[in-house]
Protein backbone atom coordinates (compact mmCIF):
# COMPACT_ATOMS: atom_id res chain seq x y z
CA UNK A 1 0.00 0.00 0.00
CA UNK A 2 3.01 2.52 0.83
CA UNK A 3 6.44 3.43 -1.07
CA UNK A 4 8.62 0.28 -2.17
CA UNK A 5 11.12 1.79 1.61
CA UNK A 6 8.85 2.60 4.31
CA UNK A 7 11.78 5.12 5.03
CA UNK A 8 12.68 7.93 2.72
CA UNK A 9 16.36 6.49 2.91
CA UNK A 10 19.15 8.76 2.04
CA UNK A 11 21.68 7.82 -0.94
CA UNK A 12 23.95 4.62 0.85
CA UNK A 13 21.34 2.69 2.32
CA UNK A 14 18.41 0.24 0.58
CA UNK A 15 17.53 -1.49 3.60
CA UNK A 16 15.48 0.53 6.63
CA UNK A 17 16.59 -1.51 9.41
CA UNK A 18 20.44 -1.21 8.38
CA UNK A 19 19.82 2.67 8.48
CA UNK A 20 18.13 2.78 11.75
CA UNK A 21 21.21 0.55 12.97
CA UNK A 22 23.37 2.87 11.44
CA UNK A 23 21.60 6.43 12.43
CA UNK A 24 20.92 4.97 16.54
CA UNK A 25 25.15 4.00 16.48
CA UNK A 26 26.24 7.35 14.99
CA UNK A 27 23.76 9.42 17.34
CA UNK A 28 25.51 7.87 20.63
CA UNK A 29 28.83 7.26 19.91
CA UNK A 30 29.84 10.63 18.00
CA UNK A 31 31.38 12.88 20.51
CA UNK A 32 30.77 15.97 18.27
CA UNK A 33 27.62 15.42 17.37
CA UNK A 34 26.34 15.23 21.37
CA UNK A 35 27.98 18.47 22.09
CA UNK A 36 25.96 20.59 18.79
CA UNK A 37 23.01 18.43 19.68
CA UNK A 38 21.99 19.98 23.30
CA UNK A 39 25.47 20.13 24.72
CA UNK A 40 25.97 23.59 24.46
CA UNK A 41 23.75 26.91 23.88
CA UNK A 42 24.48 30.06 22.97
CA UNK A 43 23.63 32.09 25.85
CA UNK A 44 27.17 30.63 27.12
CA UNK A 45 29.16 31.56 24.02
CA UNK A 46 30.92 34.40 25.65
CA UNK A 47 30.68 33.58 29.35
CA UNK A 48 33.65 31.62 29.69
CA UNK A 49 37.65 31.51 28.88
CA UNK A 50 38.56 29.82 26.37
CA UNK A 51 35.12 30.75 24.67
CA UNK A 52 33.00 27.46 23.02
CA UNK A 53 34.11 28.25 19.51
CA UNK A 54 37.72 27.49 20.59
CA UNK A 55 36.36 24.73 22.99
CA UNK A 56 34.33 22.29 21.04
CA UNK A 57 35.85 22.47 17.71
CA UNK A 58 39.38 21.32 16.26
CA UNK A 59 42.06 23.64 15.34
CA UNK A 60 42.03 22.24 11.67
CA UNK A 61 38.37 23.75 11.34
CA UNK A 62 38.92 26.74 13.31
CA UNK A 63 41.91 27.65 10.49
CA UNK A 64 39.51 26.74 7.59
CA UNK A 65 36.52 28.40 8.65
CA UNK A 66 38.66 32.15 9.29
CA UNK A 67 39.60 32.19 5.63
CA UNK A 68 36.41 31.93 4.34
CA UNK A 69 32.72 33.62 4.43
CA UNK A 70 29.94 32.24 6.52
CA UNK A 71 27.80 31.47 3.62
CA UNK A 72 30.54 29.54 1.85
CA UNK A 73 30.31 27.48 5.09
CA UNK A 74 26.72 27.01 4.93
CA UNK A 75 26.99 26.06 1.30
CA UNK A 76 29.68 23.32 2.51
CA UNK A 77 27.34 21.74 5.00
CA UNK A 78 24.54 21.78 3.14
CA UNK A 79 24.88 22.01 -0.95
CA UNK A 80 28.85 21.02 -2.04
CA UNK A 81 29.61 17.99 -3.31
CA UNK A 82 32.12 16.33 -0.61
CA UNK A 83 33.29 14.00 -3.76
CA UNK A 84 35.41 17.34 -4.70
CA UNK A 85 37.59 16.30 -1.85
CA UNK A 86 37.71 12.74 -1.57
CA UNK A 87 41.11 10.88 -2.72
CA UNK A 88 39.49 9.19 -5.22
CA UNK A 89 36.76 10.75 -7.43
CA UNK A 90 34.27 8.62 -9.07
CA UNK A 91 32.36 8.24 -12.27
CA UNK A 92 28.80 8.02 -12.30
CA UNK A 93 29.32 4.09 -12.19
CA UNK A 94 31.12 4.66 -8.68
CA UNK A 95 34.33 3.84 -10.58
CA UNK A 96 37.34 5.83 -10.26
CA UNK A 97 38.41 7.64 -13.73
CA UNK A 98 41.86 9.27 -15.05
CA UNK A 99 39.84 12.21 -16.30
CA UNK A 100 38.04 12.86 -12.69
CA UNK A 101 41.38 12.13 -10.98
CA UNK A 102 43.38 14.66 -12.94
CA UNK A 103 40.30 16.90 -12.41
CA UNK A 104 40.65 16.04 -8.67
CA UNK A 105 44.64 17.43 -8.70
CA UNK A 106 43.64 20.83 -10.41
CA UNK A 107 41.07 21.33 -7.31
CA UNK A 108 43.67 20.63 -5.03
CA UNK A 109 45.99 23.00 -6.31
CA UNK A 110 43.24 25.57 -6.52
CA UNK A 111 41.89 25.11 -3.20
CA UNK A 112 38.15 26.02 -2.83
CA UNK A 113 36.18 28.78 -3.33
CA UNK A 114 39.26 30.84 -4.31
CA UNK A 115 41.49 29.96 -1.67
CA UNK A 116 43.89 27.26 -1.32
CA UNK A 117 43.21 25.43 1.94
CA UNK A 118 40.99 22.82 1.86
CA UNK A 119 38.42 21.64 4.25
CA UNK A 120 40.05 19.72 6.46
CA UNK A 121 39.52 15.81 6.06
CA UNK A 122 37.79 15.54 9.49
CA UNK A 123 34.91 18.57 8.67
CA UNK A 124 34.76 16.80 5.31
CA UNK A 125 33.71 13.46 6.81
CA UNK A 126 31.64 14.80 9.79
CA UNK A 127 29.57 16.37 6.99
CA UNK A 128 29.46 13.09 5.34
CA UNK A 129 28.02 11.78 8.24
CA UNK A 130 25.58 13.77 9.26
CA UNK A 131 24.14 13.77 5.37
CA UNK A 132 24.30 9.78 5.41
CA UNK A 133 22.04 9.66 8.12
CA UNK A 134 19.59 12.43 7.24
CA UNK A 135 16.03 11.14 6.07
CA UNK A 136 15.50 12.12 1.87
CA UNK A 137 13.03 15.19 1.69
CA UNK A 138 12.62 14.79 -1.91
CA UNK A 139 8.86 13.79 -2.82
CA UNK A 140 8.74 10.87 -4.93
CA UNK A 141 6.31 9.34 -7.16
CA UNK A 142 6.00 5.43 -6.94
CA UNK A 143 5.85 2.82 -10.06
CA UNK A 144 7.20 5.60 -12.11
CA UNK A 145 3.85 8.04 -12.31
CA UNK A 146 4.38 11.28 -13.28
CA UNK A 147 4.21 14.28 -11.01
CA UNK A 148 1.11 16.11 -11.44
CA UNK A 149 0.20 19.22 -9.69
CA UNK A 150 -2.75 19.16 -6.83
CA UNK A 151 -5.56 21.01 -7.72
CA UNK A 152 -5.16 24.84 -7.25
CA UNK A 153 -7.09 25.81 -4.04
CA UNK A 154 -10.44 28.58 -5.29
CA UNK A 155 -9.71 32.20 -4.67
CA UNK A 156 -12.52 32.16 -1.74
CA UNK A 157 -10.77 28.75 -0.02
CA UNK A 158 -7.42 30.33 0.06
CA UNK A 159 -8.24 33.31 1.81
CA UNK A 160 -5.97 33.90 5.21
CA UNK A 161 -3.75 31.86 3.99
CA UNK A 162 -0.01 32.38 3.04
CA UNK A 163 1.70 30.79 -0.15
CA UNK A 164 3.39 28.27 2.15
CA UNK A 165 -0.05 27.19 3.49
CA UNK A 166 -1.46 27.19 0.25
CA UNK A 167 1.43 24.65 -0.52
CA UNK A 168 0.81 22.36 2.05
CA UNK A 169 -2.83 22.42 1.92
CA UNK A 170 -2.94 21.68 -1.74
CA UNK A 171 -0.61 18.82 -1.57
CA UNK A 172 -1.58 17.38 1.72
CA UNK A 173 -5.18 17.35 0.51
CA UNK A 174 -4.61 15.66 -2.35
CA UNK A 175 -2.25 13.11 -0.54
CA UNK A 176 -4.89 11.98 2.68
CA UNK A 177 -7.29 11.74 0.28
CA UNK A 178 -5.62 9.06 -2.61
CA UNK A 179 -4.47 7.54 0.51
CA UNK A 180 -8.59 7.18 1.97
CA UNK A 181 -8.77 5.90 -1.73
CA UNK A 182 -6.22 3.66 -2.04
CA UNK A 183 -7.58 1.96 1.54
CA UNK A 184 -11.30 1.56 0.22
CA UNK A 185 -9.44 -0.61 -2.72
CA UNK A 186 -7.21 -2.83 -0.68
CA UNK A 187 -9.35 -3.15 2.49
CA UNK A 188 -13.17 -4.22 3.10
CA UNK A 189 -13.72 -0.20 4.43
CA UNK A 190 -13.93 2.87 3.43
CA UNK A 191 -12.66 5.83 4.99
CA UNK A 192 -16.10 7.69 6.54
CA UNK A 193 -14.84 11.03 8.24
CA UNK A 194 -11.41 12.85 8.67
CA UNK A 195 -10.75 13.69 11.93
CA UNK A 196 -8.00 16.80 12.02
CA UNK A 197 -5.86 17.06 15.16
CA UNK A 198 -5.53 20.47 16.11
CA UNK A 199 -7.00 22.06 13.26
CA UNK A 200 -6.68 25.40 14.00
CA UNK A 201 -8.23 27.84 11.43
CA UNK A 202 -9.35 24.74 9.71
CA UNK A 203 -7.86 25.19 6.61
CA UNK A 204 -6.84 21.73 5.46
CA UNK A 205 -10.35 19.89 6.67
CA UNK A 206 -12.13 23.20 4.96
CA UNK A 207 -10.34 22.35 1.71
CA UNK A 208 -11.36 18.35 2.27
CA UNK A 209 -14.90 19.32 2.76
CA UNK A 210 -15.44 21.58 -0.46
CA UNK A 211 -15.07 20.42 -4.21
CA UNK A 212 -13.20 18.53 -5.45
CA UNK A 213 -12.99 16.31 -2.60
CA UNK A 214 -16.21 16.59 -0.84
CA UNK A 215 -15.62 14.30 2.20
CA UNK A 216 -16.57 14.35 5.77
CA UNK A 217 -14.47 16.19 8.37
CA UNK A 218 -14.25 16.25 12.17
CA UNK A 219 -12.24 19.17 13.03
CA UNK A 220 -10.86 19.13 17.31
CA UNK A 221 -9.26 22.19 18.48
CA UNK A 222 -8.78 23.36 22.20
CA UNK A 223 -9.16 27.27 21.57
CA UNK A 224 -12.57 27.99 21.05
CA UNK A 225 -11.16 31.42 19.34
CA UNK A 226 -9.91 29.13 16.75
CA UNK A 227 -13.19 27.54 15.86
CA UNK A 228 -14.87 30.76 15.96
CA UNK A 229 -12.70 32.05 13.20
CA UNK A 230 -12.82 29.20 11.00
CA UNK A 231 -16.22 29.01 11.36
CA UNK A 232 -16.50 32.40 10.07
CA UNK A 233 -13.47 31.55 7.18
CA UNK A 234 -16.45 28.48 6.30
CA UNK A 235 -19.06 31.05 5.18
CA UNK A 236 -16.45 32.81 3.42
CA UNK A 237 -15.87 29.56 1.72
CA UNK A 238 -19.80 29.09 1.33
CA UNK A 239 -19.56 25.83 3.17
CA UNK A 240 -22.06 27.55 5.52
CA UNK A 241 -24.56 29.62 6.00
CA UNK A 242 -24.21 32.85 7.32
CA UNK A 243 -26.39 33.55 10.50
CA UNK A 244 -28.94 36.34 9.86
CA UNK A 245 -30.88 37.98 12.51
CA UNK A 246 -34.07 40.30 11.56
CA UNK A 247 -35.43 42.80 14.49
CA UNK A 248 -37.03 45.86 15.03
CA UNK A 249 -34.88 48.31 14.76
CA UNK A 250 -37.34 51.04 16.84
CA UNK A 251 -37.46 48.46 19.73
CA UNK A 252 -33.56 47.14 19.72
CA UNK A 253 -32.52 51.02 19.73
CA UNK A 254 -35.19 51.99 22.29
CA UNK A 255 -34.16 48.62 24.36
CA UNK A 256 -30.71 49.68 24.22
CA UNK A 257 -31.33 53.75 25.12
CA UNK A 258 -32.94 52.74 28.03
CA UNK A 259 -29.99 50.28 28.98
CA UNK A 260 -27.64 53.45 28.88
CA UNK A 261 -29.28 55.76 30.86
CA UNK A 262 -30.66 53.68 33.63
CA UNK A 263 -28.41 53.20 36.61
CA UNK A 264 -27.93 49.22 36.28
CA UNK A 265 -28.74 47.59 39.34
CA UNK A 266 -25.96 45.54 41.87
CA UNK A 267 -28.26 42.34 41.77
CA UNK A 268 -26.97 39.84 39.71
CA UNK A 269 -30.90 38.73 39.22
CA UNK A 270 -31.52 42.20 37.71
CA UNK A 271 -28.49 42.18 35.75
CA UNK A 272 -29.10 38.66 34.02
CA UNK A 273 -32.44 40.67 33.03
CA UNK A 274 -31.40 43.70 32.09
CA UNK A 275 -28.75 42.39 29.94
CA UNK A 276 -31.10 39.93 28.46
CA UNK A 277 -33.59 42.28 27.80
CA UNK A 278 -30.75 44.54 25.49
CA UNK A 279 -29.74 41.34 23.62
CA UNK A 280 -33.09 40.06 22.77
CA UNK A 281 -35.66 42.78 23.26
CA UNK A 282 -39.38 42.78 23.37
CA UNK A 283 -39.27 42.61 19.64
CA UNK A 284 -39.51 39.33 17.66
CA UNK A 285 -36.02 37.84 16.35
CA UNK A 286 -36.13 35.67 13.44
CA UNK A 287 -32.84 33.45 12.57
CA UNK A 288 -32.23 32.29 9.06
CA UNK A 289 -32.97 28.60 9.26
CA UNK A 290 -30.08 25.95 8.55
CA UNK A 291 -31.75 23.81 6.77
CA UNK A 292 -33.23 26.22 4.34
CA UNK A 293 -31.08 26.55 0.84
CA UNK A 294 -27.90 24.37 1.54
CA UNK A 295 -25.47 23.94 -0.61
CA UNK A 296 -24.08 19.98 -1.68
CA UNK A 297 -21.42 20.63 0.71
CA UNK A 298 -22.91 22.49 3.59
CA UNK A 299 -22.37 20.20 6.99
CA UNK A 300 -19.55 18.71 5.70
CA UNK A 301 -17.40 20.14 8.65
CA UNK A 302 -17.99 19.55 12.30
CA UNK A 303 -16.54 21.01 15.09
CA UNK A 304 -15.26 19.51 18.58
CA UNK A 305 -13.68 21.31 21.27
CA UNK A 306 -11.53 19.70 23.55
CA UNK A 307 -8.11 19.29 24.68
CA UNK A 308 -6.31 16.10 23.42
CA UNK A 309 -4.02 14.34 25.92
CA UNK A 310 -4.11 11.13 24.67
CA UNK A 311 -4.91 8.77 21.99
CA UNK A 312 -8.49 8.18 23.27
CA UNK A 313 -11.02 9.42 21.47
CA UNK A 314 -13.91 7.71 22.34
CA UNK A 315 -15.97 11.00 22.96
CA UNK A 316 -15.03 11.84 19.88
CA UNK A 317 -16.55 9.18 18.15
CA UNK A 318 -19.45 9.14 19.95
CA UNK A 319 -19.99 13.00 18.82
CA UNK A 320 -19.15 11.41 15.09
CA UNK A 321 -21.99 8.30 15.03
CA UNK A 322 -24.76 11.17 16.25
CA UNK A 323 -23.43 13.30 13.16
CA UNK A 324 -26.95 13.41 10.90
CA UNK A 325 -25.36 11.73 7.47
CA UNK A 326 -25.59 13.08 3.93
CA UNK A 327 -28.39 11.02 2.33
CA UNK A 328 -25.95 10.26 -0.27
CA UNK A 329 -23.98 8.62 2.06
CA UNK A 330 -23.60 4.51 1.44
CA UNK A 331 -22.59 4.26 5.01
CA UNK A 332 -23.85 4.59 8.20
CA UNK A 333 -22.11 6.66 11.25
CA UNK A 334 -22.98 4.00 13.78
CA UNK A 335 -19.88 2.48 12.77
CA UNK A 336 -17.49 5.35 11.49
CA UNK A 337 -14.32 4.39 9.74
CA UNK A 338 -12.17 7.49 10.72
CA UNK A 339 -8.56 8.56 9.45
CA UNK A 340 -6.50 10.78 11.69
CA UNK A 341 -4.74 13.85 9.89
CA UNK A 342 -2.98 16.90 10.79
CA UNK A 343 -0.59 19.66 9.13
CA UNK A 344 1.88 20.46 11.72
CA UNK A 345 1.00 18.71 14.75
CA UNK A 346 2.93 20.45 17.91
CA UNK A 347 4.64 18.31 20.30
CA UNK A 348 3.13 15.45 21.49
CA UNK A 349 -0.41 15.72 19.71
CA UNK A 350 1.10 13.75 16.85
CA UNK A 351 1.96 10.94 19.54
CA UNK A 352 -1.83 11.12 20.37
CA UNK A 353 -3.04 10.60 16.65
CA UNK A 354 -0.39 7.99 16.09
CA UNK A 355 -1.43 6.11 19.37
CA UNK A 356 -4.85 6.71 18.50
CA UNK A 357 -5.09 4.05 15.58
CA UNK A 358 -4.07 1.23 18.57
CA UNK A 359 -6.61 2.49 20.71
CA UNK A 360 -9.84 3.10 19.16
CA UNK A 361 -10.90 0.03 16.49
CA UNK A 362 -12.76 2.86 14.62
CA UNK A 363 -9.91 4.58 13.41
CA UNK A 364 -8.47 2.54 10.44
CA UNK A 365 -5.67 4.76 9.50
CA UNK A 366 -3.41 7.88 10.28
CA UNK A 367 -1.55 10.56 8.01
CA UNK A 368 0.34 13.40 10.25
CA UNK A 369 3.03 15.56 9.78
CA UNK A 370 4.56 17.03 12.63
CA UNK A 371 6.53 20.21 14.22
CA UNK A 372 7.94 22.16 17.48
CA UNK A 373 9.96 19.40 18.77
CA UNK A 374 10.72 21.15 21.46
CA UNK A 375 7.23 20.86 22.49
CA UNK A 376 7.84 16.91 23.01
CA UNK A 377 8.18 16.00 26.27
CA UNK A 378 10.54 13.40 27.45
CA UNK A 379 9.96 9.91 28.33
CA UNK A 380 12.67 8.91 29.68
CA UNK A 381 14.15 11.78 31.74
CA UNK A 382 12.44 14.61 33.64
CA UNK A 383 12.09 18.10 31.51
CA UNK A 384 15.36 19.50 30.45
CA UNK A 385 15.64 23.25 30.00
CA UNK A 386 17.96 25.24 27.91
CA UNK A 387 19.75 26.67 30.61
CA UNK A 388 18.75 24.43 33.76
CA UNK A 389 21.43 26.22 36.24
CA UNK A 390 18.85 29.30 35.62
CA UNK A 391 15.76 27.19 36.71
CA UNK A 392 13.08 28.64 38.66
CA UNK A 393 12.83 26.80 41.44
CA UNK A 394 8.90 26.22 42.86
CA UNK A 395 7.07 23.42 44.62
CA UNK A 396 5.10 22.76 41.58
CA UNK A 397 8.24 23.09 39.27
CA UNK A 398 10.12 20.79 41.40
CA UNK A 399 7.40 17.75 41.47
CA UNK A 400 7.09 18.04 37.96
CA UNK A 401 10.36 18.24 36.72
CA UNK A 402 11.27 14.86 38.53
CA UNK A 403 8.52 12.96 36.23
CA UNK A 404 8.72 11.49 33.05
CA UNK A 405 5.97 11.89 30.37
CA UNK A 406 4.51 8.22 29.02
CA UNK A 407 3.38 9.64 26.09
CA UNK A 408 7.08 11.63 25.19
CA UNK A 409 9.95 10.38 23.21
CA UNK A 410 10.68 8.17 22.13
CA UNK A 411 7.77 6.48 21.60
CA UNK A 412 8.97 3.27 20.44
CA UNK A 413 10.60 0.30 22.83
CA UNK A 414 13.40 0.29 20.46
CA UNK A 415 14.98 3.69 20.99
CA UNK A 416 13.70 3.68 24.92
CA UNK A 417 16.03 0.35 25.18
CA UNK A 418 18.88 1.35 23.03
CA UNK A 419 21.71 -0.59 24.96
CA UNK A 420 24.89 2.24 24.89
CA UNK A 421 27.79 3.51 26.64
CA UNK A 422 26.13 6.28 28.41
CA UNK A 423 22.87 3.95 29.39
CA UNK A 424 19.86 2.69 27.70
CA UNK A 425 17.67 4.38 25.54
CA UNK A 426 17.95 7.53 23.00
CA UNK A 427 17.29 11.37 24.65
CA UNK A 428 17.63 14.84 22.78
CA UNK A 429 17.28 17.67 25.36
CA UNK A 430 14.73 20.33 24.37
CA UNK A 431 17.86 22.52 23.18
CA UNK A 432 18.52 19.22 20.52
CA UNK A 433 14.85 19.26 20.00
CA UNK A 434 14.60 23.09 19.43
CA UNK A 435 17.56 22.89 16.89
CA UNK A 436 15.78 20.48 15.27
CA UNK A 437 13.39 22.64 13.49
CA UNK A 438 15.59 24.67 11.66
CA UNK A 439 16.17 24.12 8.19
CA UNK A 440 19.84 25.31 7.35
CA UNK A 441 19.04 24.25 3.14
CA UNK A 442 16.53 27.38 3.02
CA UNK A 443 18.67 29.66 4.34
CA UNK A 444 19.64 32.76 2.31
CA UNK A 445 22.04 35.49 2.74
CA UNK A 446 19.05 37.60 4.25
CA UNK A 447 17.57 35.30 6.49
CA UNK A 448 21.54 34.35 8.04
CA UNK A 449 22.22 37.68 8.52
CA UNK A 450 19.01 38.94 10.55
CA UNK A 451 19.07 36.20 12.62
CA UNK A 452 23.07 36.05 13.09
CA UNK A 453 22.90 39.88 14.18
CA UNK A 454 19.83 38.64 16.54
CA UNK A 455 21.95 35.48 17.93
CA UNK A 456 24.93 38.04 18.79
CA UNK A 457 23.29 40.93 20.14
CA UNK A 458 21.17 37.91 23.08
CA UNK A 459 24.73 35.95 23.45
CA UNK A 460 26.56 39.41 24.23
CA UNK A 461 23.50 40.89 26.70
CA UNK A 462 24.02 37.77 28.83
CA UNK A 463 27.61 38.37 28.80
CA UNK A 464 27.11 41.92 30.17
CA UNK A 465 24.55 40.69 32.70
CA UNK A 466 26.78 38.07 33.79
CA UNK A 467 29.98 40.23 34.61
CA UNK A 468 27.91 42.96 35.81
CA UNK A 469 26.33 40.86 38.24
CA UNK A 470 23.08 39.93 37.27
CA UNK A 471 23.00 36.34 38.30
CA UNK A 472 24.22 36.08 42.08
CA UNK A 473 23.29 32.73 42.39
CA UNK A 474 26.00 29.65 41.85
CA UNK A 475 25.79 29.07 38.48
CA UNK A 476 26.41 25.64 37.33
CA UNK A 477 28.21 25.38 33.20
CA UNK A 478 28.27 21.43 33.69
CA UNK A 479 24.70 21.26 33.72
CA UNK A 480 24.48 22.81 29.96
CA UNK A 481 23.61 18.99 29.25
CA UNK A 482 20.06 19.06 30.52
CA UNK A 483 20.69 17.03 33.72
CA UNK A 484 18.13 18.06 36.34
CA UNK A 485 19.66 20.21 39.18
CA UNK A 486 18.22 19.43 42.29
CA UNK A 487 20.04 22.73 43.59
CA UNK A 488 17.68 25.21 45.33
CA UNK A 489 18.80 28.82 43.73
CA UNK A 490 18.37 32.33 44.89
CA UNK A 491 15.97 34.59 43.04
CA UNK A 492 18.66 36.14 41.13
CA UNK A 493 18.48 32.07 39.28
CA UNK A 494 15.75 33.16 37.42
CA UNK A 495 15.41 32.63 33.83
CA UNK A 496 15.67 35.72 31.69
CA UNK A 497 13.26 35.75 28.90
CA UNK A 498 13.50 38.68 26.47
CA UNK A 499 11.14 38.00 23.72
CA UNK A 500 10.98 39.83 20.24
CA UNK A 501 11.82 43.22 20.21
CA UNK A 502 10.67 45.91 17.94
CA UNK A 503 12.77 46.21 14.79
CA UNK A 504 14.58 49.34 15.76
CA UNK A 505 16.06 47.68 18.34
CA UNK A 506 18.10 45.65 15.97
CA UNK A 507 19.86 48.46 14.45
CA UNK A 508 23.29 48.66 16.88
CA UNK A 509 23.99 46.71 19.94
CA UNK A 510 22.95 50.02 21.48
CA UNK A 511 19.88 49.76 20.39
CA UNK A 512 19.14 46.76 21.25
CA UNK A 513 21.05 46.72 25.36
CA UNK A 514 18.21 49.72 25.31
CA UNK A 515 15.59 48.00 24.03
CA UNK A 516 15.94 44.67 25.69
CA UNK A 517 16.67 46.64 29.45
CA UNK A 518 13.96 48.58 28.98
CA UNK A 519 11.56 45.41 28.55
CA UNK A 520 13.07 43.47 31.52
CA UNK A 521 12.44 46.81 33.47
CA UNK A 522 8.55 46.14 32.80
CA UNK A 523 8.64 42.87 34.25
CA UNK A 524 8.30 42.89 37.52
CA UNK A 525 10.47 39.69 38.35
CA UNK A 526 13.11 41.47 36.78
CA UNK A 527 12.65 44.94 37.65
CA UNK A 528 14.71 45.30 40.86
CA UNK A 529 17.58 43.22 39.09
CA UNK A 530 17.61 44.89 35.91
CA UNK A 531 17.82 48.39 37.82
CA UNK A 532 20.56 47.56 40.29
CA UNK A 533 22.87 46.09 37.85
CA UNK A 534 22.20 47.85 33.90
CA UNK A 535 20.57 51.03 34.26
CA UNK A 536 23.66 52.95 34.80
CA UNK A 537 25.51 51.55 31.87
CA UNK A 538 26.83 53.84 29.81
CA UNK A 539 27.16 54.03 25.76
CA UNK A 540 30.71 53.91 25.99
CA UNK A 541 30.24 50.73 27.89
CA UNK A 542 28.15 48.94 25.51
CA UNK A 543 30.45 50.36 22.30
CA UNK A 544 33.33 49.14 24.23
CA UNK A 545 31.72 45.46 24.30
CA UNK A 546 30.47 45.50 21.04
CA UNK A 547 33.94 46.62 19.55
CA UNK A 548 35.64 43.86 21.80
CA UNK A 549 33.47 41.23 20.33
CA UNK A 550 32.45 41.83 16.93
CA UNK A 551 35.10 40.14 15.18
CA UNK A 552 34.17 36.51 17.19
CA UNK A 553 30.38 37.06 15.57
CA UNK A 554 31.51 35.00 12.75
CA UNK A 555 32.58 32.46 15.25
CA UNK A 556 29.15 31.99 16.72
CA UNK A 557 27.74 32.10 13.54
CA UNK A 558 29.57 28.98 12.29
CA UNK A 559 29.08 27.39 15.45
CA UNK A 560 25.33 27.58 15.29
CA UNK A 561 25.31 26.56 11.79
CA UNK A 562 26.65 23.11 12.96
CA UNK A 563 24.60 22.86 15.50
CA UNK A 564 21.35 23.34 13.09
CA UNK A 565 23.11 21.45 10.15
CA UNK A 566 24.02 18.84 12.95
CA UNK A 567 20.10 18.81 14.31
CA UNK A 568 18.53 17.40 10.91
CA UNK A 569 19.97 13.83 12.73
CA UNK A 570 17.86 14.41 15.63
CA UNK A 571 14.54 15.29 13.63
CA UNK A 572 15.48 12.05 11.49
CA UNK A 573 15.59 9.93 15.01
CA UNK A 574 12.16 11.61 16.11
CA UNK A 575 10.54 10.50 12.71
CA UNK A 576 11.93 7.18 12.77
CA UNK A 577 10.97 6.23 16.43
CA UNK A 578 7.55 7.45 15.46
CA UNK A 579 7.01 5.07 12.24
CA UNK A 580 9.23 2.37 14.58
CA UNK A 581 6.44 2.82 17.20
CA UNK A 582 3.89 2.03 14.83
CA UNK A 583 5.75 -1.12 13.26
CA UNK A 584 5.97 -2.56 17.00
CA UNK A 585 2.20 -2.62 17.60
CA UNK A 586 0.49 -5.88 15.94
CA UNK A 587 -2.70 -3.80 15.23
CA UNK A 588 -0.85 -2.38 12.36
CA UNK A 589 -1.13 -3.76 8.88
CA UNK A 590 1.33 -1.38 7.07
CA UNK A 591 2.94 1.75 7.85
CA UNK A 592 5.87 4.32 6.23
CA UNK A 593 7.20 7.69 5.94
CA UNK A 594 7.35 9.75 3.13
CA UNK A 595 7.75 13.43 1.38
CA UNK A 596 4.06 15.28 1.33
CA UNK A 597 5.47 18.31 -0.24
CA UNK A 598 8.58 20.26 -1.06
CA UNK A 599 11.19 20.95 0.79
CA UNK A 600 12.13 24.42 0.05
CA UNK A 601 8.23 25.22 0.48
CA UNK A 602 8.02 23.56 3.86
CA UNK A 603 11.23 21.81 5.70
CA UNK A 604 8.56 19.98 7.79
CA UNK A 605 7.16 17.51 5.02
CA UNK A 606 7.49 13.75 6.51
CA UNK A 607 3.94 12.74 6.73
CA UNK A 608 3.85 9.14 9.02
Request: proline share 6%; glycine share 4%; hydrophobic share 35%.
Amino acid sequence: MGPRNPLPLPSGFTDAEAYIESLLSFVVSSSLFQTLCGGVHILEFFINEPGIYSTILPLDWRVFFALHDISDIIDLLTREDLDLFSSKPKDDEGEATEENSRSKSRENRSGWRGNSTLPPPSLVEYIRLIRIHNLNREVEFPNGRPQVAPLPLARHMSVGMKPKKIHEVEHLARYVTDLSINISSKTPYSISHFIDFGSGQNYLGRTLASQPYCRQVVAIESKSLNIDGARGMDVTAKLAKKKVVMRNKKEYRREAHRVDNVKIPSCPQKDRICNDSLSRPNSEVLTCDDKESKGENENNIHYVQTIIQNGDLSLVIDKVKNIPQPSQSQQSNTNPHLMVISLHSCGNLLHHGLRSLILNPSVKAVAMVGCCYNLVTERLSPPTYKLPSLRLCTPRLEQTSSACDPHGFPMSERLAHYQHAHGPGIRFNITARMMAVQAPQNWTETDCESFFTRHFYRALLQKILVDRGFFEGDRNSDDIMGRHNSQKLSRAGHPIVIGSLRKACYASFQSYVRGAVAKLIEAPLHREQVTRCMTDISDEEIAWYDEAYRERKKELSAVWSLMAFSATVVESAIVVDRWQYLREQQEVRDCWVEAAFEYKQSPRNLVV
